[in-house]
T-cell receptor, first 113, second 114 residues
Framework: DAKTTQPPSMDCAEGRAANLPCNHS???????VYWYRQIHSQGPQYIIH???NNETNEMASLIITEDRKSSTLILPHATLRDTAVYYC??????????????FGGGTRLMVKP | GAGVSQSPSNKVTEKGKDVELRCDPI?????LYWYRQSLGQGLEFLIY????????KSGLPSDRFSAERTGGSVSTLTIQRTQQEDSAVYLC????????????FGSGTRLTVV
């Protein structure tokens, strides 16, 4: 699976949009971009994933560049409860074979009042 | 249940003792994963079960670690002769098929070896 690069930490003001970048310049055609987050003392939580089109769900939006070498996770109105480590993971969307996720260092997002 | 359940939530054991950690995946999820997370560190993959296939044990750090999944549902991670460096949070996750649409993680078992 392709490697990802994320800034180690970011701050965001409560109520503002949090934009978390991820570089994945070696991504291949069959690899999806997944985002998870881990709030302190909890297990990771799936947020969203996408291939090449922008995606939106109740938690966040995912913007993937046209060349797919980078993406941005957007939390439109960050709250204090969004303070967490956010992981960007690139992985082929396989069935059944070799499907463990590889977690990097992630971005520690601190939402401040 | 609605989520992945792990037990115990906390375990303190003496060095050299064996421990068993349990994971109840979401009903119907065919894939089950074990990870561990040492204090302040990232997640380290341990083992992966998918249906009736042979498990992927490539992440197990030593032969003191083993896991089984009975009946395609509940899984037990066993650590024999525990060492202090085994202290970590052990996380279990499950998914439909190969996790194409994301995993669901449990809250973990915090293991402390004293």
């Amino acid at each position: 699976d392709a490697k990802t690069t994320q800034p180690p930490s970011m701050d965001c003001a409560e109520g503002r949009a949090a934009n978390l970048p991820c570089n994945h310049s070696t991504i291949s055609g069959n690899e999806y971009v997944y985002w998870y987050r881990q709030i302190h003392s909890q297990g990771p939580q799936y947020i969203i994933h996408g291939l090449k089109n922008n995606e939106t769900n109740e938690m966040a939006s995912l913007i993937i560049t046209e060349d797919r070498k980078s993406s941005t996770l957007i939390l439109p109105h960050a709250t204090l409860r969004d303070t967490a480590v956010y992981y960007c993971i690139v992985r082929a969307r396989r069935n059944n074979a070799g499907n463990m996720l590889t977690f990097g260092g992630g971005t520690r997002l601190m939402v401040k009042p | 249940g609605a989520g992945v359940s792990q037990s115990p939530s906390n375990k303190v054991t003496e060095k050299g003792k064996d421990v068993e950690l349990r994971c109840d995946p979401i009903s119907g999820h065919t894939a089950l994963y074990w990870y561990r997370q040492s204090l302040g560190q990232g997640l380290e993959f341990l083992i992966y079960f998918q249906g009736n296939s042979a498990p992927d044990k490539s992440g197990l750090p030593s032969d003191r670690f083993s896991a089984e999944r009975t009946g395609g549902s509940v899984s037990t991670l066993t650590i024999q002769r525990t060492q202090q460096e085994d202290s970590a949070v052990y996380l279990c996750a499950s998914s439909l098929d190969g996790g194409r649409d994301g995993y669901t993680f449990g809250s973990g078992t915090r293991l402390t070896v004293v």
